[in-house]
């Protein structure tokens, strides 16, 4: 059932009609046009189908999935044995020793009795015996030949047609400097050279490219690295001056120099070497040597400066006669040094090497003030001791032993090769090793009874007195046409090694076979006695 309200006009609420309303009947005159009284109406059941379910039921459809079945297994396992294990350390007890039967002990006695003789006896036999001389345990691998491990160069210096005058290796032994400069006739005065250094432990070595290049205005004819300053370089230069450098700072090297003042040598320097100063072990000072006689000593000091501490003058009148010598040219009274070795057992003692031919015996402790004109900030002294029987010509290189305080080598333009014992004039051995100059000799650091040789002819000349005393073990041939060798020296770090420099501009590092690096068990002995044999 439904009740709907028939339209009629709301208007009508004022008084009358709102007490109409109130009495529930009509009002009192009906107007025309207008509908009646609200009533109540009773209407049939309106239903209206609903056409959106019938058309979604027809587009409905239904659907069902079912996942595969799953296969499912059981399984079990069960461990049927078992192991248990521990570790423990227990303190080590010592062997014990079987106590000597008290039964035992006069049967072994007199078994001791009844051998010794025997045993002694033997003993001595082995003791005496030189069956295993020269035998020596060695678990390193064995070098057989000498060979070339590095050829180094800087073309620039080769270009100009330089000569290598000087090598050094350093206080480590890893790097090797070279000294460009000119050792033939001419005036090198103004020529532009170089010293050049090369790591020989660095990856990525080009033989080539030096690691530094110092550039000097006048030909370098000496170098000496600092004994504990891996870094620091002495060299002497053509115009007597004496430079240090420090290879590390390739901006500004230069660390201090002489100068060219009163005190500066006059000639070439020809050789420097670094010595510790007197009462200050750790601090060096440089001393070189030149043709002009003087050997001077110099001292670091502030503003870069070489300051000359001591100094030493030949001359002619004040050598010992121990021998006889050529009588000097009129006027000549200076004795030019040429080369200079230090005692390994007397840091006071050292040899020169002179133009004359003839080796000296110095010290530097000498008082005696040298007669000279010679002008110097510091008194000059006469340091020689004894002169020795001279070469036929000047000496270019001196080397003393560092295994027997006695013994020297020197090396000059006649090619032979000299051996002194300090105790005599006279050498002790006198060989010819070239028909040309030898310019240089050094003794092996690590072997006393074998040297080396620098040659004209071009070559390297190992030398082994315990094999010959004539002629050398080993000739190496440096250069291909001949051309001088001009320096040489052993490294004393890594004793396998030997570099020499020529007149083609070139560094060779040699390294030598085991015969040449390995002593002998009685070397040292064979030396003393090479020195007792002459001195008697």
Known sequence: MATRALPGPLWRAGGEGVAALATGGAPSAERPGRSGPLKDETLGVASVPSQWRGVQGIRGETKSCQTASIATAEASAQARQHVDAQVQTEAPEPPSVQPLSSRDAPRLAAFLRRVEATVIRELNKNWQSHAFD????????????????????????????????????????????????????GDWSTLRSYVCTWNLDRRGLHPQQPSAVVEVPSAVMCLAFHPTQPAHVAGGLYSGEVLVWDMSRPEDPLLC????TDDTHTDPVYQVVWLPEPRHGHRFQVLSVAPDGKVLLWQAVG??????AEGFALVTQQLPRSTKLKKPSRGETEVGATAVSFSSFDPSLFVLGTEGGFPLKCSRGAEEAALTRMPSSVP??????????????????????????????????????????????????SLQLSHKYLFAVRWSPVRPLVFA????????????????????????????????????????????????????????????????TVQGPRETED???????VAT
């Open 134 to 185: 020269g035998f020596e345990v060695n678990w390193t691998e064995q070098q057989q030949t000498v060979s070339c491990l590095h050829t180094l160069g800087y073309p620039p210096a080769q270009g100009q047609g330089l000569h290598v005058t000087s090598v050094s290796w350093n206080s480590t032994g890893s790097v090797l400097a070279c000294a460009y400069g000119r050792l033939d006739d």
């Open 257 to 260: 120099r002489t100068g060219l």
């Open 303 to 308: 503003a870069g400066r070489l300051q000359l």
């Open 380 to 429: 000059l002294r006469a340091p020689a001791q004894f002169t020795f029987s001279p070469h036929g010509g000047p000496v270019y290189s001196v080397s003393c032993s560092p295994f027997h305080r006695n013994l020297f080598l020197s090396a000059g333009t006649d090619g032979h090769v000299h051996l002194y014992s300090m105790l005599q004039a006279q050498p002790l051995a």
């Open 453 to 516: 040789a620098a040659s004209g002819e071009g070559e390297v000349l190992l030398f082994d007195l315990h094999r010959s005393s004539q002629k050398p073990t080993v000739s190496i041939k440096q250069t291909q046409d001949g051309s001088p060798v001009y320096c040489l020296e052993f490294n004393h770090q890594q004793t396998q090694l030997l570099a020499a420099g020529d007149a083609k501009g070139t560094v060779k590092v040699w390294q030598l076979s085991t015969e040449f």
């Open 527 to 533: 030396l003393d006695q090479l020195a007792a044999e």
